[in-house]
C-alpha cells in the first residue's frame, strides 16, 4: 500500500502528523506517508481531533465518517474516511485516484478471488 488505497469506497491513509505546528494542513509526501500539520499540542487527544476535523472538511464529510484506525497515540497513523464526497485538489496532486467506479478494489476481495 502506498500512503493511500481504497476498500471498496473507503478511503484508506497513512499519515504521519506533526502537532504543536505553527500552521496546520497538509505538508505532501513524507516516505510512504503523507505529512498533515496539526496547530494543538498531542495532550488530552486535542492533535486528534484537530486532525479528524481537518480531513473531515477536506473530504466533506461529517466528523463521524473519519477515524484513526491505527497509531492513536503516536506521529504514524492510519485512517479511514467513509465514502469521501469530494477529493481535495492536495490528493489529486499528490497522485491520488478517485475511487474505482463499481470495482472493488484488491484490498477488499477475499484472497481466492486475487488475479494471478
Do not use: Y
Not at 469530494?86 to 476481495?109: I, K, N, Q, Y
Amino acid at each position: 500500500m502506498s500512503w493511500f488505497a481504497w476498500r471498496n469506497d473507503h478511503l484508506v491513509l497513512k499519515l504521519r502528523v506533526q502537532p504543536r505546528a505553527r500552521q496546520a494542513g497538509v505538508d505532501g509526501l513524507h516516505g510512504d506517508r503523507l505529512r498533515v500539520r496539526i496547530g494543538a499540542p498531542p495532550v488530552d487527544d486535542k492533535a486528534n481531533t484537530e486532525l479528524l476535523g481537518l480531513l473531515a472538511q477536506d473530504f466533506d464529510l461529517p466528523r463521524r465518517a473519519v477515524a484513526i484506525a491505527q497509531g492513536g497515540h503516536g506521529q504514524q497513523k492510519t485512517v479511514t474516511l467513509q465514502s469521501p464526497r469530494r477529493l481535495p485538489g492536495w490528493f489529486t496532486g499528490l497522485g491520488g485516484l478517485p475511487c474505482p467506479a463499481g470495482e472493488p478494489s484488491l484490498d477488499s476481495l477475499p484472497r481466492s478471488s486475487l488475479p494471478t
